[in-house]
């Protein structure tokens, strides 16, 4: 039988001061105190419904794209989370079952509208302390929750009672008041690679993994290339022709003409050499040509 707001608000420890004691109750397991008696500490009046109870994000989620890391949120803190990410939120509330009555949580259809999955999970009998619940956004866009914003529901319903009650040495998180150390199998540390290290051979990976909608951005960044260098091609390449073709003119004179001017240089002073070579011989000859008709004279 699920319990009404009526059966509700009779077994509720209401009082701040009496759940903080009733919690002792079950840590020391006295059920002839306890009896039928449920605590949700702190208890919020507003919050229950006709047959549920709405519980809200407590002072502290965790993240599986940091799984190690757990992360504090305080009243006034905004919590986003990212398209596809997933986060385990502790509930504010702290709550304590009797032997005979079990709970479901289940998610707020408002969530589910707007594309949020959320782990529907059960509360034993002789349970104690906070819940951690899983939100997952499926949704393409960031959604947020803030400190004390009700995020999921809980159902209470009466049961035979229990012979094995729930103890620390069977229920590893009972009691629990924070988050602690959670062993993941699957959950790894998400380490975010620089854009200048990323290849073609890791964008192929990551499609080959999740599939749509990673093949269009493939896609996209391959027509962008193509695009890309068809205006290379049709506006720039041109334009680099012309000028390379410039610059190959320009060195080739400079160096026809740097040749040129050795090469003058070179025949004038041939040029030079030559001719004082002859002048030198001339010089010769009609000097002894002198000497000898002075000599035939005399």
């Given at each position: 039988m699920i319990l009404s707001d009526k059966d509700l608000r009779s077994r509720i420890v209401q009082s701040t001061e009496e759940a903080q004691k009733a919690k002792e109750?079950?840590?020391?397991?006295?059920?002839?105190?306890?009896?039928?008696?449920?605590?949700?500490?702190?208890?919020n009046a507003y919050a229950l419904r006709a047959c549920?109870?709405?519980?809200?994000?407590?002072?502290?989620?965790?993240?599986?794209?940091?799984?190690?890391?757990?992360k504090p949120i305080k009243v006034g803190e905004?919590?986003?989370?990212?398209?596809?990410?997933?986060?385990?939120?502790?509930?504010?509330?702290?709550?304590?079952?009797?032997?005979?009555?079990?709970?479901?949580?289940?998610?707020?259809a408002a969530w589910i509208f707007e594309g949020a999955f959320l782990s529907s999970t059960r509360i034993d009998p002789s349970w104690y302390g906070k819940l951690l619940i899983g939100f997952t956004n499926?949704?393409?866009?960031?959604?947020?929750?803030?400190?004390?914003?009700?995020?999921?529901?809980?159902?209470?319903m009466e049961t035979t009672e229990i012979e094995n009650v729930l103890s620390p040495d069977k229920a590893k998180y009972l009691g629990r008041e924070k988050i602690g150390s959670i062993q993941f199998s699957h959950a790894k540390q998400q380490k975010l690679?620089?854009?200048?290290?990323?290849?073609?051979?890791?964008?192929?990976?990551?499609?080959?993994?999740?599939?749509?909608?990673?093949?269009?951005?493939?896609?996209?960044?391959?027509?962008?290339?193509k695009a890309l260098m068809e205006w290379i091609e049709k506006e720039v390449a041109s334009d680099i022709v012309?000028?390379?073709?410039?610059?190959?003119?320009?060195?080739?004179?400079?160096e026809l003409t740097k040749q040129y001017r050795e090469t003058t240089r070179w025949t004038?002073?041939?040029?030079?050499?030559?001719?004082?070579?002859?002048?030198?011989?001339?010089?010769?000859?009609?000097?002894?040509?002198?000497?000898?008709?002075?000599?035939?004279?005399?």
């Open positions: 109750w079950w840590k020391k397991g006295e059920w002839d105190k306890i009896e039928d008696k449920i605590v949700i500490d702190p208890f549920c109870y709405d519980l809200s994000v407590g002072e502290e989620y965790l993240s599986l794209r940091d799984p190690e890391n757990s905004h919590l986003r989370i990212g398209p596809g990410e997933t986060i385990l939120i502790l509930t504010k509330e702290y709550i304590c079952l009797p032997k005979n009555v079990m709970s479901m949580i289940i998610p707020r499926m949704a393409k866009n960031p959604v947020g929750l803030d400190y004390g914003d009700v995020f999921c529901t809980c159902y209470f690679m620089p854009a200048n290290k990323v290849t073609e051979e890791e964008i192929d990976k990551v499609v080959d993994l999740y599939g749509w909608p990673w093949d269009v951005v493939r896609g996209m960044f391959e027509l962008t290339r012309t000028e390379a073709s410039a610059a190959a003119e320009r060195r080739a004179f400079d004038r002073n041939l040029s030079i050499g030559v001719l004082t070579i002859f002048g030198t011989l001339a010089a010769a000859i009609v000097t002894a040509v002198v000497g000898y008709l002075i000599y035939l004279f005399n």
